[in-house]
């Protein structure tokens, strides 16, 4: 983009002789790509439009409040948290150069904090759904592991790198127990359910006779050796297939889906932090929603004064 088309684009807006010397300088000072410097002047374009809306024409005359009112107004017409980032570090970035051409005395866009980005709640399947992953059939040494790892993941809510690292001294069928070391090498003891010992048993009965049975990891690749995290992440995938799953189902999936159940179940956070390994109980609360969502649509369909369809008519 040429200086000439900067300066004739904001030539009908406010702003238009201050923002073609900010163009001019990230073109030939800054060197910015084009495409970046297409994106400062796509922000502060729309910062521009709704200026001349509200009759503001002269650097002078800006506030921080309008600031914020241009940003209210893009987050109505739907921008989200990481765009508003962006707009506003372009409204910095060009205030701050006018402050340094003297053309301003102060920053308005300075203190100004954008909104935070909605936090995606993770992806989970239901209780069926995840009966259906884990119902793995066959007889074959990689199927009984399979179904040995799926249940053990599901019956622990072990991350994917905790369940990579196991060694055969981490399990204790006899107590039902399994010890994972997790994030800062911490290591907790989880319970085993009895669905999920028995798929180790069988397991364990197969790897005897593998090729690398004196390798101490529990779960073993068809070569002998400690099955990776990426050789997990690729059975997952194989697996969502011959599973018949509607979408495909990673390993954290399988994670944030024991979180979601035992909440569900049981209401306890802090025995779920505990499971999950979390250092911090704000990050189990998200789960705290999606119980929430699973009970909201439970009490929409259950209770007699939450009907969507009006009983007068």
Same mark, same amino acid.
């Given at each position: ?15 238009? *002789? ?14 910015? #790509?084009?495409?970046? +410097? ?6 502060? @374009?729309?910062? /521009? ?24 107004? +893009?987050?109505?017409? @739907? ?10 570090? #372009? ?8 402050? &340094?051409?003297?053309?301003?005395? #102060? ?47 599901? #019956? &622990? @809510?072990?991350?994917?790198? *905790? ?11 006899? *107590? ?19 669905? &999920?010992?028995?798929?180790? /048993? ?30 997990? /992440? ?29 909440? *569900? ?9 505990? +499971? ?38």
């Amino acid at each position: 983009m040429s200086d000439t088309s900067n300066e004739s684009a904001h030539d009908t807006l406010p702003f238009g *002789e201050e923002l073609a010397l900010f163009s001019r300088y990230l073109s030939s000072e800054r060197q910015l #790509s084009p495409r970046t +410097l297409d994106g400062y002047l796509r922000d502060l @374009g729309k910062f /521009q439009r709704y200026c001349l809306a509200q009759n503001i024409d002269t650097l002078e005359n800006l506030l921080p409040h309008h600031i914020r009112l241009c940003m209210s107004s +893009l987050h109505r017409q @739907g921008l989200g948290g990481k765009s508003l980032q962006r707009w506003l570090s #372009s409204l910095r970035a060009w205030f701050e150069f006018c402050l &340094a051409q003297s053309l301003i005395k #102060s920053n308005p866009a300075k203190g100004i904090q954008a909104p935070k980005s909605a936090k995606k709640l993770p992806k989970t399947l239901d209780v069926d759904e995840v009966g259906q992953f884990l119902d793995v059939k066959g007889e074959t040494p990689l199927s009984v592991r399979d179904a040995a790892m799926l249940e053990l993941m599901y #019956s &622990a @809510g072990l991350r994917l790198a *905790e369940l990579s690292g196991l060694d055969l001294q981490d399990i204790d069928l006899k *107590e039902g127990l399994v010890t994972a070391t997790g994030k800062g090498n911490k290591t907790r003891t989880l319970p085993l359910g009895a669905m &999920a010992i028995k798929a180790i /048993q069988r397991w364990l009965s197969e790897r005897a006779e593998l090729k690398g049975s004196q390798e101490n990891a529990l779960f073993l690749s068809a070569r002998g050796t400690r099955l990776s995290r990426r050789s997990i /992440q690729e059975r997952f995938r194989q697996l969502s297939l011959s599973q018949g799953m509607n979408s495909s189902v990673n390993p954290h999936m399988l994670r944030h889906s024991f979180a979601s159940h035992m909440l *569900e179940s049981s209401g306890d956070l802090r025995a779920v932090q505990e +499971l999950l390994g979390h250092s911090n109980i704000s990050t189990t609360q998200i789960y705290t929603h999606l119980d929430f969502q699973h009970l909201a649509k439970v009490y929409d369909s259950a209770h007699p004064r939450a009907l969507k369809k009006d009983p007068t008519k």
